[in-house]
């Protein structure tokens, strides 16, 4: 029977999973300083905005982490692999 430890991860590893689980807080922390900054309050639009934007982030965090892990698979080195994992 295969090892079947590493289905519980988000993509598979927990470097990709700290990413991910890293970027969430950070961008809500950087959006209600930002939102402190200017004066704005915390409201239902602007949660309900937020949500969408953390849902995008997420999104696009995780096609760039899969389009690394591709490149890096295909034998790039691991600079190249970024860069171009990033370009598309």
Do not use: C, Y
């Amino acid at each position: 029977m295969p090892d079947r430890s590493d289905d519980s991860l988000f993509l598979g590893s927990w470097r990709s999973t700290l990413i991910i689980a890293t970027s969430i807080p950070l961008a809500i922390l950087t959006s209600i300083i930002v939102l402190s900054a200017i004066g704005q309050t915390i409201n239902i639009m602007t949660l309900g905005g937020l949500a969408l934007a953390v849902g995008i982030l997420v999104d696009d965090a995780t096609v760039e982490i899969e389009n690394i892990n591709r490149n890096i698979a295909l034998g790039k080195e691991v600079e190249h692999a970024i860069l171009d994992g990033a370009s598309r």
